[in-house]
């Protein structure tokens, strides 16, 4: 069984500064993926950010990098030079395949609130 | 514009009455999948397809019921044996495939049973 631990539940940050979300993950599968996603109140899903298992590098989309340690189990979230509209949940998923086709596992989520 | 619409947006319910949550894809995805959300958690997965007329039970099956008879649609029926349905419903499609496969979500349904 796969497992997300989101240890933050909120966070306050100030506008235009950098902020770090904790994931770590525990699965026993050899292929997997990480998947960020962001939900503001409306409740929809935004996909961020993914990072497969056997990626050398960390990934990134504009203002969204993910710290990936392999050996620690780790997918941390960083979102550079933050704005209002920033403010929402942010969960931390894992895929059953390499992929995602079978499903994802998600955490519970950091609620995220940027103050002007 | 592709996308996937889910409807209604708000559903209310008499205890016992069996209820059906539809989702629609434009996008030409393989495979769907129904999440559901509960206050503060994250989401969990109920059931999911990666082809049309099969799907496959996800960590919360119980009490729900689903079919795929079109690629495009991917209907969830919340049955009177799931005995805590209220909760916020949540439908995704992705292609299938090899690496990265993120998963495109509707806008959800909120269910309330009274």
């Known amino acids: 069984a796969q497992k997300i631990t989101q240890t933050q539940p909120g966070m306050f940050v100030q506008e235009k500064e950098a902020v770090t979300l904790d994931c770590t993950y525990d699965?026993?599968?050899?292929?997997?993926?990480l998947f960020w996603y962001k939900q503001p109140s409306s409740g929809e899903m935004i996909f961020l950010i993914y990072q497969g298992s056997y990626d050398q590098q960390n990934a990134t989309e504009g203002r969204y990098s993910l710290n990936f340690q392999k050996a620690r189990k780790s997918a941390n979230l960083v979102i550079s030079a933050s704005q209002l509209g920033d403010s929402a949940m942010y969960f931390c998923a894992t895929s059953y395949s390499g992929g995602g086709a079978d499903g994802l596992t998600f955490g519970k989520g950091t609620h995220l609130i940027i103050q002007p | 514009d592709g996308g996937i619409t889910q409807s209604p947006k708000y559903l209310f319910r008499k205890e016992g009455q069996n209820v059906t949550l539809s989702c629609e894809q434009n996008?030409?995805?393989?495979?769907m999948y129904w999440y559901r959300q509960d206050p503060g958690q994250g989401l969990r997965l109920i059931y999911y397809s990666q082809i049309v007329n099969d799907f496959q039970k996800g960590d919360i099956a119980e009490g729900y019921s689903v079919s795929r008879e079109k690629k495009e649609s991917f209907p969830l029926t919340v049955t009177s044996a799931q005995k805590n349905p209220t909760a916020f419903y949540l439908c995704a499609s992705s292609i299938v495939g090899q690496g990265q496969s993120e998963q495109f979500f509707g806008p959800g349904t909120r269910l309330t049973v009274l």
């Open positions: 996008l030409n995805h393989d495979a």
């Open positions: 699965t026993s599968d050899p292929s997997y993926g």
